[in-house]
């Protein structure tokens, strides 16, 4: 009963996104697009991932951002040019993931940014390691008007929390999502869900995540299947699951069909404006364009972006990092 609602009120904060000036057409060109297979898209995309920035408090032990190996300059965007991109894209974003690489509520300018993108009616998303201290946080999360909330809290005791997360703070991240949970009484937002990795550490400790998960009263439990390899950047199979069922299936050498929608519908913005087309490019390396130079309808179809759809769409010298994701079994990553 409790996940029928939680669906069913996702689904209506997402009604609301779409239902605004321009988003539906915009939707319809972009589905066709993909349907027909067009490596160039007719209208702008609908979801957003943008990374507020990639610094983090945390070293969680196989995040690149944790781990000290992301390439990239360290930074945060800036108010003014979030509310650039977002006066390009008002009419199409209806889906706002408002995280990537680093840990969201690090940027100074975060809960501007949340009321900024409200104030356009997106459906907004945001993951937080929730490891601060005082009720600041607590205060702006419940009064931002964020749509969903997952706080990865990754483990589920404060041992494999401390030696995970790299982090004494499991109490009081737990403190935390109590306090979130009883604040927001029955206001139906934001959705809180708490997030946990399966991987051979925790794998022992399901059951103690799941009571944690009705004990703590959050709406949702995640089990999410790690990720262990980064394109070859310190690879940590001995990591995984011993329980295949808690593994992901690119790790089990099976073979993945290509489909993949992103492209199409969806791009990511780092911290400094580069485009990338999606999570996975976690170093931004396909020079797509930088949005504080270009414009989105530029860059949406510009050379590299067209060539990149092409390959997926003919299934053909397929991006590297495609290997590593199949949207197709994107569900199959969680349990
Ligand atoms: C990179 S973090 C950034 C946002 C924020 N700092 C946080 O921890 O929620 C985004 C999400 O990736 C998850 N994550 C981190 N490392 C992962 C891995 N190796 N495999 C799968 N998910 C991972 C985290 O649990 C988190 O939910
Ligand atoms: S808290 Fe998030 S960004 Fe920071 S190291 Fe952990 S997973 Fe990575």
């Known amino acids: 009963m409790k996940k029928f609602k939680i669906i069913f009120m996702k689904y209506i904060f997402l009604l609301k996104a779409v239902c605004r000036k321009g988003r539906i057409s915009n939707l319809f060109l972009i589905i066709g697009s993909y349907l027909l297979k067009r490596?160039?898209?007719?209208?702008?995309?609908?979801v957003f991932q943008i990374e507020p920035t990639n610094k983090c408090d945390l070293r969680c032990r196989l995040c690149l951002t944790g781990l000290g190996k992301l390439k990239r300059p360290k930074g945060e965007m800036t108010f003014n040019a979030f509310k650039n991109i977002l006066r390009q894209v008002e009419n199409s974003l209806i889906y706002l993931a408002l995280y990537n690489m680093g840990e969201p509520l690090l940027n100074p300018d975060i809960y501007n940014m949340i009321s900024y993108a409200k104030q356009k009616g997106v459906?907004?998303?945001?993951?937080?390691?929730?490891?601060?201290?005082?009720?600041?946080?607590?205060?702006?999360?419940?009064n931002s008007g964020i749509d969903e909330l997952i706080i990865s809290l990754d483990c589920a005791t404060a041992q494999t929390y401390s030696e995970y997360k790299n982090s004494p703070h499991y109490d009081r991240v737990i403190d935390n999502v109590r306090l979130i949970v009883k604040e927001r009484g029955s206001s139906p937002r934001p959705l809180i869900k708490l997030q946990f990795l399966l991987m051979k550490s925790t794998e022992g400790d399901i059951d103690i995540f799941k009571k944690l998960v009705k004990e703590l009263a959050v709406d949702q439990g995640i089990m999410k299947k790690v990720r262990v390899d980064f394109y070859g950047v310190n690879p940590r199979y001995d990591a995984l699951a011993k329980n295949k069922k808690?593994?992901?299936?690119?790790?089990?050498?099976?073979?993945?069909?290509?489909?993949?929608?992103?492209?199409?519908?969806?791009?990511?913005?780092?911290?400094?404006?580069?485009?990338?087309?999606?999570?996975?490019?976690?170093?931004?390396?396909?020079?797509?364009?930088?949005?504080?130079?270009?414009?989105?309808?530029s860059i949406w179809n510009n050379r590299r972006y067209v060539k990149f759809r092409e390959k997926i769409a003919k299934n053909s010298d397929v991006p590297a990092i495609c290997h590593q994701c199949s949207i197709k079994n994107f569900r199959k990553n969680f349990i």
């Open 39 to 46: 490596s160039e898209v007719k209208g702008l995309p609908c």
């Open 123 to 142: 459906f907004i998303r945001l993951s937080t390691n929730a490891n601060f201290s005082g009720r600041k946080h607590i205060k702006n999360i419940l």
């Open 246 to 297: 808690y593994v992901r299936d690119v790790y089990k050498n099976k073979r993945q069909k290509m489909t993949c929608w992103r492209p199409w519908l969806s791009t990511v913005i780092l911290w400094d404006g580069k485009v990338a087309p999606c999570c996975f490019d976690m170093e931004g390396e396909f020079g797509f364009g930088n949005i504080a130079e270009q414009s989105m309808s």
